[in-house]
DNA sequence: TTCAGTGCAAAGCGTTTGCAGGGTG
DNA sequence: CACCCTGCAAACGCTTTGCACTGAA
């Protein structure tokens, strides 16, 4: 846990932080989340912590392995604890509902692509569509992820 | 073809601009093209156009059923004309290079979504990975398209 | 003591919006 | 001649960057 943290950090010459340790804790608390979203969670716990803070620890907390991120809507990215199983989101384009799938449903096309010598990063797949429920009411609802 | 733009825009009681024909003409031509490539070439034909009608009119574009939009990179979205084949992109994480797969590589998953009443926008997917030059080379390239 | 990390403020990029004038149907 | 569409300019959301100070090792 946070001992991959310290350890990683060291391992490249980084330091440990209270930011660090405040940033990993509420990816993995939040399950998904914004910068955003991290940022005003790490806030609503503790003092002053910057906005640039929190995207650059994102982006190192990335190179380390310990946090993913994906997108699941044309706005911000969403940021995830890699401590989770990995898996494949899938966005409903309509009422925006988003259902995590097991990577197997994405095999197929993981060994397709896998022949030709491409290696499919599984967990930052997003699938966009229209879910059962909103291709009823057809039309559906509001914004328009991506 | 334009034919097509004129009797979509009018079924919408919307009009047919000058505008509209370029932009539209800018996609099918450029291929792959972000808003600012599309409004770059259209530039180069004629007076002044400006960025936000480029917007607007992919927006209607898109809304029509003429273009199609994807995200092979964190930055612009890169649209692209209804009137190619379908297809899936593969983007290499590392150089860049983005590969067009026909729908048949998805085919078991979107089936496998089906099954939940999931319908998948093929067209839309974007799938990340490594490509075979640049697993050889290790940690490669430039960038980082999300 | 050193140098990575942080906060702050400003800038950057892509996109959106309000408004008034212009052109299509 | 009604109303959609456009250009313009300002605003916006998210992210990045430069810089001087702070604090981890």
Redesign the pocket.
């Known amino acids: 846990m946070s001992d991959d943290l ?1 350890a990683r ?2 391992e ?9 340790e405040l ?1 990993l804790a509420a990816v993995e608390q939040l399950g998904h989340a ?3 979203e991290v940022l005003a969670h790490v806030r609503g716990q503790v ?11 994102l ?2 907390l990335e190179e380390l392995g310990l946090v993913r991120h994906t997108h699941l809507s ?4 969403t940021y995830h604890s890699t401590r989770e199983h990995e898996h494949v989101h899938a966005v409903c384009r309509s009422c925006r509902a988003v259902t995590s799938y097991d990577t197997e449903v994405v095999a197929p096309l993981v060994e397709r692509l896998a022949a030709d010598g491409f290696t499919v990063d599984v967990g930052h797949l997003a699938v966009f569509g229209v879910c059962a429920d909103c291709a009823g009411r057809e039309t559906g609802g509001r914004g328009d992820p991506t």
Chains 1, 2 share one sequence.
């Not at 490249?12 to 660090?20: A, E, S, Y």
């Not at 003092?47 to 620890?57: D, G, L, M």
């Open positions: 310290a950090l060291r490249q010459g980084l330091r440990l932080t209270p930011q660090r940033i914004t910068p955003d003092r002053s912590v910057n906005a640039s803070t929190v995207y650059r620890t982006e190192v044309d706005r911000a990215p």
